[in-house]
């Protein structure tokens, strides 16, 4: 083997067995550059005579293009592998799903809320909205339900620490009752001023839906739930009128008529006489169950008066219903901490 071969060979094992695009400049240094190989192979051209120049120069020219080819060739490949490299780590799955923009969805309680607000409009009913840190007056004595009585204990609430201007204990509502008294007490002026129309008396037709708070904490009952106040009173509203607009409410809410309605006698200082509202399904999956829905009855006089509506002309019943319990049975659901504990898995299923 002549010794340029020999240069050609050791040339393309170097260049091989550079790793990267630097160590190949390195080696190409080794042999092209000003003191590399071939260049050493050039300078010593000069003792030699013209002829021997002449061939030697071509042979060693002929090397020197070959040393290059393989250099261009090594680099060529190792750009190759690093986009190989690069593709390999930047590929792309073009079959997974793109990412989207979450879109929210109305809460299960709020949806329940507007199909109970839209069911009793549809019925006449105002809806009303009232605050939830109440006064001891309009969450308890307004309602007929006096200081120290142990009536209160059925609505045990949070109590704050802090007296309104009056003097009267802050708390934040057991109930949505107090609602009766602010919203007839809104009203009752002008009402009272108003004499008897041909139409009748004017009435005070009302749900108000919010938020209720209870020392209370298990699968049925969390400190927080929502409450519908309902109330109308007039001239002459009965029972008979609480049970049509109750089993009016009830079979549009649940979107069936295939369910029955009972009231069980039971006592709340604010109603005379007192009901609970049970309702049973006829079919479906919890059908011949009665199930309590409702805290119902006719407004006592004495609440009346606290309306600052006079009890001799106005009568009529209120209802205080469970919304939690109402989705909960709408939807299938059978712990009402899923409403409150944020869990998307669960919430997404209602958007
Ligand atoms: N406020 C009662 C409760 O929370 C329910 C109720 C409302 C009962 C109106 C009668 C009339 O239990």
Not at 197 to 202: A, F, R, S
Not at 217 to 222: M, Q
Request: net charge negative; hydrophobic share 40%; glycine share 8%.
């Amino acid at each position: 083997m002549s010794d340029l071969d020999a240069l050609l060979q050791a040339a393309q094992a170097d260049f091989a067995a550079a790793p990267t695009p630097a160590e190949l400049e390195n080696a190409k240094a080794r042999f092209l550059g000003k003191s590399g190989r071939v260049t050493e192979l050039m300078k010593g051209l000069g003792a030699l005579s013209i002829d021997e120049k002449k061939t030697r120069g071509a042979e060693i020219n002929q090397c020197k293009l070959a040393i290059e080819a393989a250099l261009t060739a090594r680099r060529d490949a190792l750009a190759a592998a690093e986009l190989e490299k690069q593709l390999k780590a930047e590929a792309l799955d073009v079959t997974l799903p793109g990412r989207q923009r979450g879109t929210g969805g109305l809460h299960p309680i709020t949806r329940a809320m507007e199909r109970i607000e839209a069911i009793f409009a549809s019925m006449g009913f105002d809806v009303a909205d009232g605050p939830e840190i109440e006064t001891d007056w309009y969450s308890f004595s307004a309602l007929n339900n006096p200081e120290n009585h142990p009536a209160r204990s059925m609505q045990d609430t949070f109590y704050v620490d802090i007296k309104d201007e009056k003097g009267s204990w802050l708390n934040l509502r057991p109930h949505t009752s107090p609602m009766q008294i602010r919203y007839a007490r809104a009203h009752a002026k002008r009402y009272a001023a108003q004499a008897t129309t041909p139409e009748g008396m004017p009435e005070i037709r009302v749900i108000a839906p919010g938020r209720t708070y209870r020392v209370d904490s298990d699968a049925t009952h969390s400190p927080m739930f929502h409450q519908v106040e309902g109330l109308w009173v007039g001239e002459n509203i009965s029972f008979k009128d609480l049970k049509a607009v109750y089993l009016n409410f009830i079979t549009a809410f649940f979107e069936t008529d295939q369910l029955q309605l009972r009231f069980r006698p039971s006592y709340f200082p604010f109603t005379e006489p007192s009901a609970e509202i049970d309702i049973m399904f006829e079919s479906g999956p919890l059908k011949g169950r009665w199930l309590e829905v409702s805290g119902s009855g006719q407004v006592h006089p004495q609440v009346i008066r606290n309306m600052g509506l006079d009890p001799e002309r106005y009568i009529g019943f209120a209802f205080g219903s469970g919304i939690d319990r109402l989705a909960m049975l709408r939807y299938g659901v059978n712990d009402l901490r899923a409403f409150f504990d944020g869990d998307l898995r669960f919430l997404a299923q209602f958007k």
